[in-house]
């Protein structure tokens, strides 16, 4: 009976993206960056999600524990979400990733319009 291969080190990749891969996911992250927001402030901020589609990433981050809920039992009722410990350790990935993109995507968006011409 052979050993089983030792994991290969870029094996979690997929599941580590998912956490921050999504339609809404890295907007909230950036805007909760600085400041512990309400959901409406969120959904003003973010006007093209809806109100189903923000919840939906929301609750996401909040079970990856990126998030923190809290809700507010007051006239009128209100819940804020804030980024805890764990989310925040995302910041500098998520920084490299906007450097990157920032260096890099004109290559890429010409490289799939050059690959969609042919």
């Known amino acids: 009976m052979t050993e089983p291969s030792p994991p290969d080190p870029y094996c979690r990749i997929a599941e580590v993206l998912s956490v921050f891969k999504g339609r809404w996911k890295g ?10 927001l309400r959901f409406s402030t969120l959904r003003r901020r973010i006007s093209s999600a809806s109100a ?39 910041l500098p990935l998520l920084d490299l990733i906007r450097a990157w993109g920032e ?9 799939r319009r050059e690959f969609d011409r042919r």
């Open 103 to 111: 260096k890099h995507l004109a290559c890429v968006e010409a490289c």
């Open 27 to 36: 907007e909230i992250i950036a805007l909760l960056r600085e400041d512990t």
């Open 52 to 90: 189903r589609s923000l919840t939906e990433s929301l609750r996401a981050l909040e079970r990856d524990g990126v998030v923190s809920r809290q809700q507010f039992v007051a006239v009128p009722p209100h819940v804020e979400y804030s980024l805890t410990e764990h989310g925040r350790a995302l």
